[in-house]
Antibody, heavy 119, light 106 residues
Framework: EVQLVESGGGLVQPGRSLKLSCLASGFTFSNYGMNWIRQAPGKGLEWVASISSSSSYIYYADTVKGRFTISRDNAKNTLYLQMTSLRSEDTALYYC????????????WGPGTMVTVSS | DIRMTQSPASLSASLGETVNIECLASEDIYSDLAWYQQKPGKSPQLLIY???SLQNGVPSRFSGSGSGTQYSLKINSLQSEDVATYFC????????FGAGTKLELK
């Protein structure tokens, strides 16, 4: 059974940092590109970042470029999102999702981890 | 950046009815379009990819169509389990989602 389980969310003050993790199981993690997508409370979906299967290609949304870093450890089947200089507008449920290497739609999503940026 | 304009924002329909949801892209996205269903408190699930390909396990009452800048999701014979919010997503140039359509039962 395919599973993606995010962790690391919580309450953090503006300007501070937080690192999210996404543990994958039930599929060959190293064969898939991975992504972070977020959803502010009661709002729509916003793509955050993508990383290819071998970490050769990395892309960010303009809203997080320079502040967030996506990475992965294929030996540990884990995806990461290092978030720095957090702002109130980063408050959201953060999902990890996978995509097959040659396509760019997201065929499986985790349940998400909540990040709240507030003083 | 490619903008996705999704309509309607909300929709109320009866069981057995046919429902249509539209997405308009700000430029040609060459059928690089997906549709997702998100039930309350759950993560999104892929329904349709490449504008008209049905994801494995998705009921055949769901279908997608369109090309260029105009795309639509059709749900035939609406079931109670279809109550959800639906999002379109373009993946021709990075990723942009539509604002969503909340589907309720009348």
């Amino acid at each position: 059974e395919v599973q993606l389980v995010e962790s690391g969310g919580g309450l953090v003050q503006p300007g501070r940092s937080l690192k999210l993790s996404c543990l994958a199981s039930g599929f060959t993690f190293s064969n898939y590109g991975m992504n972070w997508i977020r959803q502010a409370p009661g709002k729509g979906l916003e793509w955050v970042a993508s990383i290819s299967s071998s970490s050769s290609y990395i892309y960010y949304a303009d809203t997080v470029k320079g502040r967030f870093t996506i990475s992965r450890d294929n030996a540990k089947n884990t995806l990461y999102l290092q978030m720095t200089s957090l702002r109130s507008e980063d408050t959201a449920l953060y999902y990890c999702a996978r995509h097959e290497s040659s396509v760019w739609y997201f065929d499986f999503w985790g349940p998400g981890t909540m990040v709240t940026v507030s003083s | 950046d490619i903008r996705m304009t999704q309509s309607p924002a909300s929709l109320s329909a009866s069981l057995g009815e046919t429902v249509n949801i539209e997405c308009l892209a700000s430029e040609d996205i060459y059928s690089d379009l997906a549709w997702y269903q998100q039930k309350p408190g759950k993560s999104p699930q892929l329904l349709i990819y490449n504008a008209n390909s049905l994801q494995n396990g998705v009921p055949s009452r769901f279908s997608g169509s369109g090309s260029g800048t105009q795309y639509s999701l059709k749900i035939n014979s609406l079931q109670s389990e279809d109550v959800a919010t639906y999002f379109c997503q373009q993946y021709n140039n990075y990723h942009t989602f539509g604002a969503g359509t909340k589907l309720e039962l009348k």
